[in-house]
């Protein structure tokens, strides 16, 4: 068996590469308190490093795909981490970034297209289904990181880059958590899927297209919305993050609401 793909195929893609560099310079301009508008900065640096990290979950399932034998991933160019390659883009980008604006939440939707038909093995297609999900756990530890080992402490003049990274940290928790629900249409789901038998599988499918939806509605009940992010806190405090201080990185990532200092 084969995994090469070409050069080509392989090649990132210049708007991949522009995301990190918005990330960057927006996450530089929060730092320094160099932006006219901290609110909007922040936005910038939130919402660039949330599709960074969007991108980089799409290529962990398209890379783990190709390494267990579907080797037309790179034709289809999920390998360049170009999001306008992947498959449903609406799911992909534009939801999950309004799922972050409207709520704060972090919750990626599946998007490239694998050929199961390809690929043996129940492992490996639980482990192809897993790889997006664990690159936000990656991404979560190195966000927080810098909080566990003190290297970022909390005070007015670094408050909204501290609440930014924190803000950022928490979407990367909610987006690993949530998707890693046994629900049809999440990664969660797809990991056990290849363990059900052919009956149940069958009788689940259709609800696959509404798994994602479903579980943005079922955190619109209070009671469940605050018991989620009383758990999502805990997590984020076991790491050294401030209690409140990704909330107050959403309260500047709504920069058309004001300064939340003022």
């Not at 629900?183 to 499918?205: A, H, K, N």
């Amino acid at each position: 068996m084969t995994t090469a793909a070409t050069r080509s195929e392989r090649q990132i893609s210049p708007i991949f590469l522009g995301l990190v560099a918005i990330m960057a310079v927006s996450g530089w301009a929060v730092w320094t308190d160099f932006s006219t508008s901290t609110g909007f900065a922040v936005f910038l640096f939130v919402v660039s490093g949330w599709v960074v990290s969007l991108c980089l979950h799409e290529y962990a399932h398209a890379r783990t795909a190709l390494h267990g034998g579907d080797i037309s991933i790179g034709a289809k160019g999920y390998l360049t981490l170009n999001p306008l390659k992947y498959t449903h883009a609406l799911l992909s980008i534009v939801l999950p970034v309004i799922f972050v604006i409207l709520g704060g939440i972090g919750l990626p939707g599946g998007a490239v297209f694998i050929e199961r038909g390809r690929i043996r093995g129940r492992w490996k297609h639980s482990l192809i289904s897993a790889a997006g999900p664990l690159t936000n756990v990656l991404f979560a530890i190195a966000l927080m990181l810098p909080f566990t080992l003190g290297v970022i402490t909390l005070d007015r003049t670094n408050a909204p880059f501290a609440s930014a990274l924190a803000f950022l940290a928490m979407l990367q928790v909610t987006a690993a958590i949530l998707n890693l629900l046994p629900v049809p249409g999440l990664d969660g789901y797809g990991v056990i899927e290849p363990w059900l038998s052919y009956r149940t599988r069958r009788q689940l499918e259709p609800f696959g297209q509404f798994g994602l939806l479903a579980v943005f509605g079922v955190l619109w009940i209070p009671e469940v919305n605050a018991a989620f992010f009383g758990f999502i806190d805990s997590v984020t405090a076991a790491f050294g993050i401030p209690d409140g201080l990704s909330g107050l990185g959403y309260a500047f990532f709504q920069f058309w609401k004001g300064d939340p200092l003022s």
